[in-house]
């Protein structure tokens, strides 16, 4: 095994990798954006009967879903996923045509 010299500038410079603690600012904000824009775009879809923001909704709650970690409330996630999922079929209930295009 080689010595190491104590006095060399190089080995001054390292310094041990420490991750950052949990909970802090580099925690990734996207599932509780997606989540509340799924809510957003649900709440809309069965107001309105719009077709698209149910969609939208439904979208959302998948994205939320994916980018969740297991700590993350899982009743919150799952009670936006059935209101988005409820968005569609009750906006297809009062009108079952399919989606029309906006162009």
Do not use: E, H
Request: glycine share 4%.
């Amino acid at each position: 095994m080689q010595q190491v010299n104590s006095s060399d500038p190089k080995r001054s410079k390292y310094t041990r990798y420490k991750p950052p603690p949990s909970g802090g600012p580099s925690d990734d904000p996207t599932p509780d954006y997606m989540n509340l824009l799924g809510m957003i775009f649900s709440m809309c879809g069965l107001m309105m009967k719009l077709k698209w923001c149910a969609w939208v909704a439904v979208y959302c709650s998948f994205i939320s879903f994916a980018n969740s970690r297991t700590s993350d409330d899982t009743k919150q996630m799952l009670s936006s996923f059935m209101l988005s999922i409820s968005a569609v079929v009750m906006s297809y209930l009062q009108n079952p045509q399919p989606m029309q295009p906006p162009w």
